[in-house]
């Protein structure tokens, strides 16, 4: 874990957080964790949830779990472990601490032992159907449809001969009768009674644990001081209030439960289905500094901005979220990422330019990229082929005087010159003579400033472009 936890991605390299121990104060440390699932490549709305937790840390300077919810056998894969590590790191987020639930079995089985010995876990047998059709005759009668507890009141030689006849229990939690209080950190105070929930089932009839219980064993464990995730987790936070208070005196967590991201299209989010993942976002070329810039303030009241790690840091405040759910707008992010792009140095793209490309190319195209993969399509104007391109006949003799004032050197300061030249030949201005001339040297139609592009172009290569068009634009096709 130690080279790992000292992995900062290039972009953030200029960034330097100060090591935990000098900004921790052991007697008020807040500890927040991130718990995924690895049944599927990280999305936005986890990677918030990821982002939002790390960045109350470092503001708090508390410390950052990553726990590994990695029970579920048949739908987690290595390779989403892989991915959930490679995310956050790309991202920028270092974790302080990991943990796995796959190694912690033995610990969950302690537990239960204790919650069986206080006639909290109880064993149950009914079947699927058996259990809806007690909540369909519920139903009917208009009454909440909450487990009855049969099962508690089963004597042992019941019990005992359930399983005589093949059945294997599963395990209840025995609810209290009190109400589950909590002060939200976003959604505000929530007061849930008890008695209008079923017991949970904490332990498969195969003996593997659910989320529900080992979550809170690792949150007692583990110290958690602040949970904050989805509001997809809200219906469980009554649940785990009480199983908390059943299985240790500590003092209990606060909770934030932020309202969940939704697509484009108002679609819900999923790991499982592959949606809007942060894998796809980095292949298609988003900086992850701009990807968390968006999402430290989506669904907040303040308006995103391409702030630096550090500066999203020290800003951070959860009172900034709002209850609504946001919706994810993939205009808004590559809006960040282009004016993330335009202030980045040369220095923390080198690395993913085209070869040989130096610091002059970055400032000649740096204001024209949405994305730094588009890069490479500028550095083939300046250093590669283009299309020729075949120009309207009234555009021709512009590129005619300008294959003939062509100046001997190209310098950034030559082109306002050479321009004038081709103005006095031809008497074009504004855009009947810089279009032709962009297109016949570049074969594109926009693009950056033409006097650094010409530079790096070099006066053969323009030279050749401007021959090669007035014989296409002359005979075409
Ligand atoms: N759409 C969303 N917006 C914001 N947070 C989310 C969203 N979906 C999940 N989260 C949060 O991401 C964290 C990780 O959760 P989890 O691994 O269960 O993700 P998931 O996408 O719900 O997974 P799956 O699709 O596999 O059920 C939790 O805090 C969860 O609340």
Same mark, same amino acid.
């Given at each position: 874990?130690?080279?790992?936890?000292?992995?900062?991605?290039?972009?953030?390299?200029?960034?330097?957080?100060?090591?935990?121990?000098?900004?921790?104060?052991?007697?008020?440390?807040?500890?927040?964790?991130?718990?995924?699932?690895?049944?599927?490549?990280?999305?936005?709305?986890?990677?918030?949830?990821?982002?939002?937790?790390?960045?109350?840390?470092?503001?708090?300077?508390?410390?950052?779990?990553?726990?590994?919810?990695?029970?579920?056998?048949?739908?987690?894969?290595?390779?989403?472990?892989?991915?959930?590590?490679?995310?956050?790191?790309?991202?920028?987020? &270092?974790?302080?601490?990991?943990?796995?639930?796959?190694?912690?079995?033995?610990?969950?089985?302690?537990?239960?032992?204790?919650?069986?010995?206080?006639?909290?876990?109880?064993?149950?047998?009914?079947?699927?159907?058996?259990?809806?059709?007690?909540?369909?005759?519920?139903?009917?009668?208009?009454?909440?449809?909450?487990?009855?507890?049969?099962?508690?009141?089963?004597?042992?030689?019941?019990?005992?001969?359930?399983?005589?006849?093949?059945?294997?229990?599963?395990?209840?939690?025995?609810?209290?009768?009190?109400?589950?209080?909590?002060?939200?950190?976003?959604?505000?105070?929530?007061?849930?009674?008890?008695?209008?929930?079923?017991?949970?089932?904490?332990?498969?009839?195969?003996?593997?644990?659910?989320?529900?219980?080992?979550?809170?064993?690792?949150?007692?464990?583990?110290?958690?001081?602040?949970?904050?995730?989805?509001?997809?987790?809200?219906?469980?936070?009554?649940?785990?209030?009480?199983?908390?208070?059943?299985?240790?005196?500590?003092?209990?967590?606060?909770?934030?439960?932020?309202?969940?991201?939704?697509?484009?299209?108002?679609?819900?989010?999923?790991?499982?289905?592959?949606?809007?993942?942060?894998?796809?976002?980095?292949?298609?070329?988003?900086?992850?500094?701009?990807?968390?810039?968006?999402?430290?303030?989506?669904?907040?009241?303040?308006?995103?901005?391409?702030?630096?790690?550090?500066?999203?840091?020290?800003?951070?405040?959860?009172?900034?979220?709002?209850?609504?759910?946001?919706?994810?707008?993939?205009?808004?992010?590559?809006?960040?990422?282009?004016?993330?792009?335009?202030?980045?140095?040369? &220095?923390?793209?080198?690395?993913?330019?085209?070869?040989?490309?130096?610091?002059?190319?970055?400032?000649?195209?740096?204001?024209?990229?949405?994305?730094?993969?588009?890069?490479?399509?500028?550095?083939?104007?300046?250093?590669?082929?283009?299309?020729?391109?075949?120009?309207?006949?009234?555009?021709?003799?512009?590129?005619?005087?300008?294959?003939?004032?062509?100046?001997?050197?190209?310098?950034?300061?030559?082109?306002?010159?050479?321009?004038?030249?081709?103005?006095?030949?031809?008497?074009?201005?504004?855009?009947?003579?810089?279009?032709?001339?962009?297109?016949?040297?570049?074969?594109?139609?926009?693009?950056?400033?033409?006097?650094?592009?010409?530079?790096?172009?070099?006066?053969?290569?323009?030279?050749?472009?401007?021959?090669?068009?007035?014989?296409?634009?002359?005979?075409?096709?």
């Amino acid at each position: 874990m130690g080279e790992e936890r000292n992995f900062i991605p290039p972009l953030l390299a200029c960034i330097a957080f100060p090591p935990l121990e000098k900004r921790a104060n052991p007697r008020l440390m807040v500890k927040v964790r991130f718990a995924p699932s690895p049944t599927g490549y990280l999305h936005v709305g986890n990677a918030r949830a990821a982002l939002v937790n790390f960045l109350f840390a470092r503001h708090e300077g508390g410390q950052f779990l990553l726990r590994l919810d990695d029970t579920d056998t048949e739908r987690g894969r290595p390779e989403y472990e892989q991915g959930i590590y490679d995310d956050l790191r790309w991202l920028g987020i &270092e974790w302080d601490e990991e943990a796995k639930q796959s190694s912690r079995a033995a610990r969950y089985q302690e537990v239960a032992e204790q919650l069986k010995a206080s006639g909290r876990l109880y064993p149950c047998f009914e079947n699927e159907d058996e259990l809806a059709a007690k909540r369909a005759a519920l139903i009917r009668r208009k009454l909440p449809p909450v487990y009855d507890r049969a099962a508690l009141s089963m004597t042992a030689e019941q019990r005992a001969a359930a399983e005589a006849n093949g059945k294997t229990p599963y395990w209840r939690f025995k609810l209290s009768d009190d109400s589950a209080n909590w002060n939200d950190l976003v959604l505000g105070g929530r007061s849930i009674k008890l008695t209008t929930v079923s017991d949970p089932v904490l332990i498969r009839a195969d003996g593997t644990p659910l989320y529900t219980f080992t979550s809170v064993v690792d949150d007692a464990d583990m110290g958690i001081t602040h949970i904050i995730r989805g509001e997809d987790h809200v219906s469980n936070t009554a649940v785990q209030i009480d199983l908390f208070k059943a299985i240790t005196r500590k003092v209990l967590p606060r909770f934030a439960h932020l309202p969940l991201i939704s697509g484009g299209d108002g679609e819900k989010l999923s790991k499982r289905i592959g949606s809007i993942s942060l894998k796809s976002l980095r292949k298609d070329g988003i900086e992850p500094a701009a990807l968390c810039a968006y999402l430290a303030r989506l669904g907040t009241s303040k308006d995103a901005a391409p702030l630096p790690l550090a500066e999203l840091i020290a800003q951070f405040s959860l009172n900034d979220f709002s209850r609504s759910p946001p919706r994810f707008d993939a205009s808004q992010l590559l809006g960040l990422n282009r004016k993330l792009l335009h202030h980045l140095p040369y &220095e923390a793209v080198q690395a993913r330019l085209p070869e040989g490309a130096a610091p002059a190319f970055w400032d000649a195209v740096r204001g024209n990229l949405d994305m730094l993969t588009e890069a490479r399509r500028w550095w083939e104007v300046v250093h590669g082929e283009i299309i020729t391109p075949e120009l309207p006949p009234e555009a021709l003799p512009v590129i005619k005087a300008a294959s003939e004032t062509i100046p001997a050197e190209m310098t950034p300061e030559n082109w306002k010159g050479w321009a004038a030249a081709i103005t006095a030949v031809t008497g074009a201005k504004g855009k009947a003579l810089y279009q032709p001339l962009r297109l016949a040297l570049t074969g594109e139609e926009h693009g950056p400033e033409m006097a650094p592009l010409l530079a790096l172009m070099g006066q053969e290569r323009a030279a050749k472009r401007l021959a090669a068009c007035v014989a296409a634009s002359a005979h075409p096709g």
